[in-house]
């Protein structure tokens, strides 16, 4: 990257602030699809943090996959899954509240403890810059082929996992009895509910 | 340039809102977003380190390019996962489903 120090450190000052800011309305909001929405804002900022960080391909990826299959495959399933419950409160709920703010700040802690206490060696080599794509591309070919190919099949066998999880399974050989109001409706096998509230039969 | 440590310490505060969001949330998609809170505080670590450490041979970028497919894929499964779990259950709290407790 060639920009001056200080616009560096100020750029990393602002996309340091969207990204705390977006998580937290992420975890925080109570509106689901606020959140969806600021999600794909801390996807973006973490693409310029990338580009910050000398990796254009990535930082393209990063935006490409995750702004735009991820954040919108999360959108499809809000809407898909649409239900405004109320939440019934949870016994005691506030100890795990507190109990989890306490475990992430002292891990927060313990991490930051870890940073500042190593000395890291910073090499002083010239970064790659926008050779980086070749040598992504030479690495995936040549020391990464095997996690390349074991990458692919695991793409392939998520898809096909997909496609029976989230299929429903329709009847084909009927016709809707009254064809003019179910003309839009697929018949479906019915199947039987499970109750939401718990079952209190055999234990 | 930038230290760093600078780094590490915006993907450790960014990895444990991550962590606070997957306990505490009720919603089953709010956990689906806060894994991939997790993720992408990882992979910031990844370039962080490809960048500071070893800038000429860009092996940290090649690893975080694993990272981002892997992650589209288990969005995608948990994604399937809710779906099939909601036509089910017909609710998205995550303390209705309790099926496999005692």
Known sequence: MTLAEGVQLVSFGLLAIMVIGTALGVVLLPNIVYSAFLLGGVFISIAGLYVLLNAGFVAAAQILIYVGAVNILILFGIMLVNKNQPFSPVRRGWIRLFATGGVCLGLFALLATVVFGTSWQISSAVPAGDQATVLIGIHLFTDFLLPFELASILLLMAMIGDIVLARREILTDETPADAVSDALTLPERPRELVSATGETTED | ?102
């Open chain 2, 1 to 102: 340039m930038i230290p760093l440590e600078y780094y590490l310490l915006l993907a450790a505060a960014l990895f444990c809102i991550g962590i606070y969001g997957l306990v505490t949330s009720r919603n089953v998609i709010r956990v689906l977003m806060s894994i991939e809170l997790l993720l992408n505080a990882v992979n910031l670590n990844l370039m962080a380190f490809s960048n500071y450490l070893d800038p000429a041979t860009a092996t940290g970028q090649a690893f975080a390019v694993f990272v981002i497919s892997i992650a589209a894929a288990e969005s995608a499964v948990g994604l399937a996962i809710i779906l099939a779990i909601y036509r089910n259950r017909d609710t998205v709290d995550m303390e209705a489903f309790n099926l496999l407790k005692w």
